[in-house]
């Protein structure tokens, strides 16, 4: 018998797809579905774990301008 799972419809750029399907590989916890290039069903219970991982992600990928000296 089929088993029912509340998702989540999670619209976002193809680039932070991406990074959103680097972090389910392992595990397969969050994702439900893989609808297009932009587009997922996430697990419901899942979303706040994968914001946070996500931005975890985004933290360490990004790069902080460098500050002038210009005092």
């Known amino acids: ?3 029912a799972v509340k998702g989540v419809l ?3 750029d193809p680039s932070i797809k991406a990074i959103i399907l680097k ?3 392992d595990k397969h916890d969050y994702i439900v579905e893989d609808l297009d290039d932009q587009t997922l069903v996430v697990k419901e219970s ?3 774990s994968l914001k946070a991982r996500l931005e975890e ?3 360490n990928t990004q790069q902080m301008p460098e ?3 210009s005092d």
């Open 57 to 59: 992600e985004l933290a």
């Open 67 to 69: 500050e002038s000296g």
């Open 23 to 25: 972090i389910d590989q």
């Open 46 to 48: 899942q979303l706040a």
């Open 10 to 12: 999670v619209e976002c």
């Open 1 to 3: 018998m089929p088993k």
